[in-house]
């Protein structure tokens, strides 16, 4: 069983209203050991000050609440960073800005577009609007090193308006990409919010098997929760999706460093 939830949002990140206390009563009432908190921080982001995160704040409730749940539960303290290719000095700095514990690494933003709005895919059209989001992430592995998974692989998918999706028709690129993360020695996570949204966890089991094939060793598990009710959602399906790739561990992070526990 996965007892650590390391991908989740409190009111601290723009899309979310939930207290970051209720997170982590949520992750204590599910039974979990662990849970992350991995606040959204997106620069040059199309709406000003949007997904900016005060991080000094964040860390305060956090540590507040660390402490109130000392005894009973590990809260770590994360951020999911918005890779962007052109800016690399500029995520460099923010990594090295905070003790975090864990940072996730997540392509959220193309040519200035949200692609969670319509616009990026008509103008891009739906296989090349994948595709295209796929390279840009390519470059932005290629400019940085400062994480320690890339986040929700597969994540334009959720948004695409073409529902059909065959990993294999972006081999080559998605290739590349897990390929350079190895080589890296990062990790990507296994984000069980796409069960919900897609019916399958991201990313796709072929994608998954081709980590392992390549050699990757390091799979973190989140959820994604924006909400208390949300933590750990569908993680018996992010589980039996490990096992089926092969992998016998999943990943934590503290202090940036990882360990590995048995499935
Ligand atoms: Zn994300
Ligand atoms: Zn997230």
């Known amino acids: 069983m996965i007892l650590a939830d390391v991908h989740t949002h409190s009111g601290f990140s723009s899309d979310s209203e939930e207290p970051l206390r209720n ?39 956090l540590l507040r609440v660390r402490d109130e749940f000392s005894d009973r539960l590990e809260v770590l303290f994360g951020v999911e960073l918005g890779l962007l290719s052109y800016m690399p000095d500029t995520l460099r700095d923010f990594a090295k800005s905070a003790n975090f514990d864990f940072i996730i690494g997540s392509s959220h933003q193309i040519d200035g577009f949200d692609p969670y709005y319509p616009e990026y895919f008509e103008k891009m059209g739906g296989k090349n609007g994948i595709l295209h989001f796929f390279d840009e992430m390519l470059a932005s592995v290629k400019a940085f090193d400062d994480f320690d998974v ?3 692989l597969d994540y334009i998918v959720r948004y695409s308006p073409e529902k059909r999706y065959d990993p294999l028709d972006y081999r080559e690129v998605l290739d590349e990409i897990l390929k350079l993360t190895v080589s890296k020695g990062k990790g990507i996570e296994i984000n069980s ?46 589980e039996q999706a490990l096992k089926a790739a092969g992998f016998a561990y999943y990943t934590v992070f503290r202090a940036r460093k990882p360990s590995f526990i048995k499935l």
Do not use: M, N
């Not at 949520?26 to 949007?50: R, S």
């Not at 919900?196 to 989140?222: A, C, F, M, N």
């Open 23 to 61: 997170i982590v009563k949520a992750a204590l009432d599910k039974g979990l050991k662990t849970v992350c908190l991995t606040e959204h921080q997106d620069f040059d982001y199309p709406e000003e000050g949007e997904f900016a995160l005060d991080v000094p704040a964040y860390q305060e409730e």
């Open 150 to 152: 890339l986040g929700h």
């Open 193 to 238: 919010k796409g069960v919900s949204t897609l019916g399958y966890p991201h990313p796709h089991s072929l994608v998954l098997k081709r980590w392992k094939e390549l050699g990757g060793e390091i799979v973190t598990v989140g959820s994604d929760a924006h909400e208390g009710a949300r933590v750990a959602a569908d993680f018996d399906k992010a």
